[in-house]
């Protein structure tokens, strides 16, 4: 979310009162909402509340907000958008020309019963605050007061007691706008669940349509909602709900969803928390240096509000990123400890200079180089981009086209040969079926060949870019008792494991450890590295049940798409418990039908 196109503090405001607020509102709104979204909305709510009150069709701008709270306008935006998702305000937003205005229902609080009879606002408020401090205020504010049982209500009607003298209403009489009932539930979008896949499964003659009525699709939405819930699970669930007359209730909804949530998923109660638009959305540094043009500002707040996913959509036109690009942007923040706003600028600017290609190597090439300076921020970022451009244009090696040999054979061989005997099997080519011919091949290459010829044959007869030709180098003269066969199997072997990522200490690493075991010929080399790779492979194996909320300082973007992912799978699954099994059929039994009778 770009906070830029959302609210700045030029913005102009007007805050209507739609309904009159009491002090037993602020203490519903203390201790029943402020638990929920925090003081800072809160606080914004009774500012809001109090100029609103008495003042009517007066404009100001969101500057007045935020020296009255004393808050930037980034926090202005979360405190707002945590009221509209609570219920406690409703925004209107007109664009215009060079203008934008809003205008501010603040709205009344749910009546305490109404608050506690939802299941979304019950259980978020029970995992905030506890099971005690949750009961108490229940008890507080829910009163079950005196029974009425045993006693005939006589209170008369309006008409009983007032008869019309005149039905001559004056023209002029005011006319009541805006908002004339007060809201009784949460505001919840209860159509976005899918109950035409929930139907699919249930009989007619079993769960009648026409009791799922409005009020229990709302109920079953947010059930599903709050609890993570599946069409398919939401099935089982009303099975369980429906009562010997076959009637569905809100009550025994509740019950049996909460009972399947701790049945199958865990005996702790859920908890909500608001959708990752936090610090790394919002916080950043306020750009207002003279050198930056307004299109250069606009584009590192997206940068730096973005997240890796939503830049490959947005310089995709809008369609979905490919599996292969997403993990690579996740390698680049996971594994390579990289910011998101600097991969998010490397994306951009190899999708713009290599004609909307995303090529592993030369994405990683340039994302080593851009580790090892250090950037940490998009602008440090682009600057480099800049500067890597310039230099270029300016070097008359980088225009004129060099002499190159065509290594095409010994470029499939060698790849081909790391993807048979390192076992990486994203380079294995089926088009070499004989191990032995083509290890025989890869060794023929490695002991006639120079370590600055294999680096061109790596990358098919392409000049190697200086950083690895100077690493090889100093590689080469450092170890020179080791003989050139076991050399360039050292540097075919660390290449193609890193991903054409080489480096100093890695390859260092890899020559003690085959000094070490006495490696003294090419092919003696592919079998220490082939045994070494299925030890390697054995070791970081991760077993099926392991949760990705496990990592420490995972962005919420990577954990959000991993959960995505998740819940496809889950969704996927046919899932069959032999106690719903029963349960269907005691249903059955009710209805006095028997297998095979029930429309499917």
Same mark, same amino acid.
Request: aromatic share 10%.
């Given at each position: 979310?770009?906070?830029?196109?959302?609210?700045?503090?030029? /913005?102009?405001?007007?805050?209507?009162?739609?309904?009159?607020?009491?002090?037993?509102?602020?203490?519903?709104?203390?201790?029943?909402?402020?638990?929920?979204?925090?003081?800072?909305?809160?606080?914004?709510?009774?500012?809001?509340?109090?100029?609103?009150?008495?003042?009517?069709?007066?404009?100001?701008?969101?500057?007045?907000?935020?020296?009255?709270?004393?808050?930037?306008?980034?926090?202005?935006?979360?405190?707002?958008?945590?009221?509209?998702?609570?219920?406690?305000?409703?925004?209107?937003?007109? /664009?215009?020309?060079?203008?934008?205005?809003?205008?501010?229902?603040?709205?009344?609080?749910?009546?305490?019963?109404?608050?506690?009879?939802?299941?979304?606002?019950?259980?978020?408020?029970?995992?905030?605050?506890?099971?005690?401090?949750?009961?108490?205020?229940?008890?507080?504010?829910?009163?079950?007061?005196?029974?009425?049982?045993?006693?005939?209500?006589?209170?008369?009607?309006?008409?009983?007691?007032?008869?019309?003298?005149?039905?001559?209403?004056?023209? /002029?009489?005011?006319?009541?706008?805006?908002?004339?009932?007060?809201?009784?539930?949460?505001?919840?979008?209860?159509?976005?669940?899918?109950?035409?896949?929930?139907?699919?499964?249930?009989?007619?003659?079993? %769960?009648?349509?026409?009791?799922?009525?409005?009020?229990?699709?709302?109920?079953?939405?947010?059930?599903?909602?709050?609890?993570?819930?599946?069409?398919?699970?939401?099935?089982? %669930?009303?099975?369980?709900?429906?009562?010997?007359?076959?009637?569905?209730?809100?009550?025994?909804?509740?019950?049996?969803?909460?009972?399947?949530?701790?049945?199958?998923?865990?005996?702790?109660?859920?908890?909500?928390?608001?959708?990752?638009?936090?610090?790394?959305?919002?916080?950043?540094?306020?750009?207002?240096?003279?050198?930056?043009?307004?299109?250069?500002?606009?584009?590192?707040?997206?940068?730096?509000?973005?997240?890796?996913?939503?830049?490959?959509?947005?310089?995709?036109?809008?369609?979905?990123?490919?599996?292969?690009?997403?993990?690579?942007?996740?390698?680049?923040?996971?594994?390579?400890?990289?910011?998101?706003?600097?991969?998010?600028?490397?994306?951009?600017? %190899?999708?713009?200079?290599?004609?909307?290609?995303?090529?592993?190597?030369?994405?990683?090439?340039?994302?080593?180089?851009?580790?090892?300076?250090?950037?940490?921020?998009?602008?440090?970022?682009?600057?480099?981009?800049?500067?890597?451009?310039?230099?270029?244009?300016?070097?008359?090696?980088?225009?004129?086209?060099?002499?190159?040999?065509?290594?095409?054979?010994?470029?499939?061989?060698?790849?081909?040969?790391?993807?048979?005997?390192?076992?990486?099997?994203?380079?294995? /080519?089926?088009?070499?079926?004989?191990?032995?011919?083509?290890?025989?091949?890869?060794?023929?290459?490695?002991?006639?060949?120079?370590?600055?010829?294999?680096?061109?044959?790596?990358?098919?007869?392409?000049?190697?870019?200086?950083?690895?030709?100077?690493?090889?180098?100093?590689?080469?003269?450092?170890?020179?008792?080791?003989?050139?066969?076991?050399?360039?199997?050292?540097?075919?072997?660390?290449?193609?494991?890193?991903?054409?990522?080489?480096?100093?200490?890695?390859?260092?690493?890899?020559?003690?450890?085959?000094?070490?075991?006495?490696?003294?010929?090419?092919?003696?080399?592919?079998?220490?590295?082939?045994?070494?790779?299925?030890?390697?492979?054995?070791?970081?194996?991760?077993?099926?049940?392991?949760?990705?909320?496990?990592?420490?300082?995972?962005?919420?973007?990577?954990?959000?798409?991993?959960?995505?992912?998740?819940?496809?799978?889950?969704?996927?699954?046919?899932?069959?418990?032999?106690?719903?099994?029963?349960?269907?059929?005691?249903?059955?039994?009710?209805?006095?039908?028997?297998?095979?009778?029930?429309?499917?």
């Amino acid at each position: 979310m770009n906070l830029f196109k959302e609210l700045q503090p030029v /913005d102009r405001l007007t805050i209507r009162v739609p309904f009159p607020l009491s002090s037993y509102d602020r203490k519903l709104i203390t201790l029943l909402y402020q638990p929920l979204i925090g003081a800072e909305p809160i606080s914004l709510y009774f500012l809001l509340w109090a100029e609103g009150e008495n003042i009517e069709d007066y404009s100001m701008s969101h500057y007045h907000l935020m020296n009255s709270l004393d808050l930037p306008i980034a926090r202005i935006f979360e405190s707002r958008i945590a009221l509209e998702a609570i219920g406690l305000l409703r925004t209107w937003r007109k /664009d215009e020309q060079e203008t934008r205005s809003f205008i501010y229902d603040v709205m009344p609080p749910l009546d305490a019963a109404a608050f506690f009879d939802d299941p979304l606002l019950s259980m978020f408020l029970f995992s905030k605050i506890g099971e005690t401090a949750y009961r108490n205020l229940r008890q507080r504010f829910v009163t079950k007061g005196l029974s009425n049982f045993g006693y005939q209500e006589v209170s008369r009607s309006f008409t009983d007691v007032y008869r019309p003298v005149s039905h001559n209403i004056p023209s /002029d009489g005011i006319q009541l706008t805006g908002l004339q009932e007060k809201p009784k539930e949460l505001p919840f979008h209860y159509e976005e669940f899918d109950f035409q896949l929930l139907r699919t499964s249930l009989s007619e003659q079993l %769960v009648p349509s026409s009791i799922l009525t409005a009020e229990i699709k709302a109920t079953i939405a947010k059930l599903a909602f709050l609890y993570h819930l599946t069409p398919f699970d939401m099935q089982k %669930v009303i099975l369980l709900a429906l009562d010997d007359g076959m009637n569905l209730s809100d009550l025994r909804l509740k019950k049996e969803a909460a009972d399947y949530y701790k049945l199958t998923v865990s005996k702790e109660p859920p908890s909500m928390q608001p959708i990752a638009q936090k610090q790394e959305v919002f916080e950043h540094t306020p750009i207002i240096e003279e050198d930056l043009n307004p299109m250069e500002m606009e584009l590192i707040r997206w940068f730096e509000s973005s997240s890796p996913i939503d830049v490959l959509k947005d310089v995709a036109g809008g369609r979905e990123p490919f599996p292969n690009d997403i993990q690579l942007v996740e390698d680049l923040v996971m594994q390579y400890e990289m910011s998101t706003p600097v991969v998010n600028v490397l994306i951009h600017y %190899v999708f713009l200079r290599n004609h909307g290609k995303l090529n592993r190597k030369y994405i990683e090439t340039i994302a080593s180089h851009w580790r090892h300076t250090g950037v940490k921020t998009a602008r440090e970022a682009m600057k480099l981009a800049r500067e890597f451009e310039e230099q270029k244009s300016n070097d008359p090696k980088q225009q004129l086209p060099s002499e190159k040999k065509d290594y095409t054979k010994e470029y499939k061989v060698l790849k081909a040969s790391a993807g048979a005997f390192y076992h990486l099997a994203h380079f294995v /080519d089926k088009d070499f079926q004989n191990p032995a011919a083509l290890k025989k091949e890869a060794i023929t290459i490695l002991e006639q060949a120079s370590p600055k010829e294999l680096l061109s044959m790596l990358v098919k007869g392409k000049t190697p870019f200086e950083k690895d030709v100077k690493v090889v180098e100093d590689f080469t003269a450092k170890y020179d008792d080791i003989n050139k066969s076991v050399m360039n199997t050292l540097i075919h072997y660390a290449y193609y494991v890193s991903n054409a990522n080489l480096n100093s200490s890695f390859l260092q690493s890899i020559a003690t450890n085959w000094r070490k075991n006495n490696v003294q010929s090419a092919e003696g080399a592919f079998k220490f590295a082939e045994d070494y790779q299925l030890q390697k492979n054995r070791k970081q194996y991760t077993p099926k049940n392991q949760t990705y909320n496990q990592k420490q300082n995972v962005p919420d973007w990577y954990y959000e798409n991993k959960m995505k992912q998740q819940q496809k799978k889950e969704e996927n699954k046919e899932t069959a418990h032999t106690d719903y099994d029963k349960k269907r059929q005691e249903v059955m039994k009710k209805l006095g039908l028997k297998e095979g009778e029930v429309d499917s």
